[in-house]
């Protein structure tokens, strides 16, 4: 998605070209790295600092045998992605309004409510993450880097308009890097590494069950359909003619649908490469010295160091603290975006605080109750497996609404996506389905 200049075309100024939304770019404007929009940011932050130690869990405990889920995640996790942003630029509207538009006021105050609980114990478990980080690496007390995040991630929304924000949260993306940097210096295995791509194989008992439904959970979250729909939103908001895509001419609304489901695909794909990396990089170092028992990203980083030396240490450490940075805001902004369309107030993140109080609000409270966890005797691996649960029983009937939504001619109009989105979505949703199904049965069978 562009963000659009708004000086005139004079005649001292290069040429200039127009856009997809019919909007006039200076060339300086239309570099690959403004292009990217809601795809690329949503992709990045599913690799949050708690998702970072589910697959260091993977590659740790099984090895390259897992490599396949992360190949399967990725044509699901774009297809329901694709289907949030559709919603989104179609109606003019996050979620949560449609949601609460289409379907029973209890139903969206079940599904708000139990986000909100999720997305906090997750940002306290993200924060922790960045905060042992930052002590790996400088020393000091863990506590004070939980307050410095906390109040770091508030202010990055509260105070920054939309428009520069996107900017610091796109730039950010690019700590994800780190992991595919470390794999350039250990030693890979090349064939193991082709079978546990390519060739499905676990055993079938509740450790590697648990290990998948959790490697599904963490790739396809709620907070990130409910972020999406918004950010593509805020993106028309941006856009000086910008306009839901219902009210807009159907060539134009068709150009600017490719052009959301390009980013979706790099985002996604992004977020995909990057978890394949770290279950590979602990694999090849972790698992193949022995090491199984990991129960934190920094933990995984502080194991790294003596098998797979300084560099990779410190490229593992550094990516915790980016994308910690990037995911918190996301986690937070979500959760806010969903109790405004629920009830229906002002909300944007171009919106001054003093305009969408309410709003900004619970970005801040959010943020610090999540920090604030940090200082009450909770185990932080307890709460991030209840938070996963959660978010697994949320996701389901979150996608099915969405589907239920997305195929509705009333709510997208001329816009219905096409048969293979809408089978795409629905089997997303169905794999995520007897994923929770399976949790649910491990947690009964242990």
């Known amino acids: 998605m562009v963000q659009h200049a708004h000086s005139p075309n004079t005649p001292d100024s290069k040429p200039v070209a127009p856009d997809v939304h019919g909007v006039a770019l200076h060339p300086a404007d239309q570099s690959w790295m403004k292009k990217l929009g809601p795809g690329i940011i949503t992709g990045a932050a599913d690799d949050d600092p708690s998702g970072i130690a589910t697959y260091s869990q993977a590659g740790a405990r099984f090895g390259y045998g897992l490599l396949w889920t992360i ?26 309004t449609n949601i609460r538009r289409h379907y029973p ?17 997750n940002i306290a478990a993200d924060i922790a993450a960045m905060a042992d980080a930052t002590h790996l690496l400088l020393g000091g007390v863990s506590f ?73 959970g963490t790739t396809i ?91 990779a240490y410190l490229l593992f450490t550094l990516g915790i603290v980016g994308t910690g940075l990037l995911a918190v805001p996301v986690l937070a902004g979500s959760a806010a975006y969903a109790m ?28 610090l109750m999540g920090a604030a966890l940090n200082f009450v ?19 389901v009937p979150v996608m099915v609404v969405m589907m239920l939504l997305v195929s509705r001619r009333d709510v997208m109009g001329r816009f219905v996506p096409s048969r293979r989105l809408r089978t795409m979505g629905w089997a997303s949703t169905a794999v995520m389905a007897a994923a929770v199904s399976a949790m649910l049965w491990s947690m009964v069978a242990g």
């Open 105 to 121: 006021t209890w139903l969206l105050y079940t599904i708000v409510g139990l986000l909100l609980v999720a997305n906090t114990i």
């Open 221 to 311: 979250s709620p907070y990130l359909f409910f972020w999406q729909a918004s950010q593509e939103v805020e993106e028309q908001h941006a856009d000086p003619i910008g306009k839901p895509l219902k009210r807009a001419k159907s060539r134009l609304a068709r150009a600017i649908l490719l052009d959301v489901d390009l980013d979706t695909y790099v985002g996604m794909a992004f977020s995909n490469l990057v978890a394949f990396f770290i279950v590979l990089t602990t694999a090849a170092t972790l698992h193949a010295h022995g090491v199984a028992n990991i129960e934190s990203s920094a933990q995984a980083a502080a194991a790294l160091r003596p098998i797979a030396g300084e560099f």
């Open 340 to 367: 405004a369309g629920t009830f229906r107030w002002r909300n944007s993140l171009e919106l001054k605080p003093t305009a969408a109080k309410k709003f900004y609000g619970v970005i801040a409270l959010a943020t």
């Open 71 to 96: 190949v399967l995640t990725y044509p699901l996790m774009a297809a329901i992605q694709m289907v949030s942003a559709h919603i989104g630029q179609v109606t003019g509207h996050g979620l949560a």
């Open 144 to 216: 004070l880097y939980v307050l410095f995040y906390g109040v770091l991630s508030v202010v990055l929304q509260v105070l920054i308009p939309y428009v520069r924000y996107v900017r610091i949260l796109k730039w950010l993306t690019f700590a994800l890097l780190a992991y595919v940097a470390t794999v350039f210096v250990v030693q890979i295995p090349l064939g193991e590494v082709l079978a546990g791509t390519f060739i499905p194989r676990f055993s079938m008992n509740a450790a590697a069950i648990t290990m998948i439904v959790a490697v599904f």
């Open 377 to 395: 005797p909770l185990d932080p691996i307890k709460a991030l497996f209840w938070s996963a649960v959660m978010n697994g029983v949320i996701a």
